[in-house]
């Protein structure tokens, strides 16, 4: 199932020339919103009236609204039929969202990991966190890659699981030390 979210992740950077969630987002003609409010709130993907929007908070640093826009980007690819209204009225963290929220966050992975540039990396011996900061990403995002890489039949040896649910961890964090 995650050769998929692989496959498309390729084709749009391929297709747009980048791998960068904000300019294919606008290339696909989502409205791109940001905010700034409180750390709470990171990002969303919505449909009204027909139009697609992702909004984001301005609050967090360059890296996490990257990768919060590849997230949404998953969302506004496999998830459309979640975005209106009236369907997020029912749709609270259930089981069904813990599998969307992973499908996004591996569409994200696959989006901002490059594999190559992974695998150099990783013959350099580093911890899960020290990889996650040289190739600048979340430590869980860069668990959702190596899980589908070791689904794919690579030898990844991986000793964490990575948490569906993460964004809205580090948006907990980050309540804590906001001064706004």
Known sequence: MSEKYLDDALALIEEHGTNDPY???????????????????????????????????THADEIVIREVLAHELGHFLYHKEYASEAELADFGLTQESSIIEAQA??????LLIDEEELLDTMEEGMSYMELAQRLMVDENLLLYKLKSMKKRGLKINLSEAPRSQFFQNLAEQAKKYDIN
């Open 105 to 110: 966050n591996t569409f994200a992975a696959h």
């Open 23 to 57: 300019e294919i987002l606008e290339n696909l003609g989502v409205v791109v919103i940001p905010i700034h409010i409180g750390a709470a709130f990171l990002g969303m993907f919505r449909i009204l009236d027909g139009v697609s929007y992702v909004i984001y908070n």
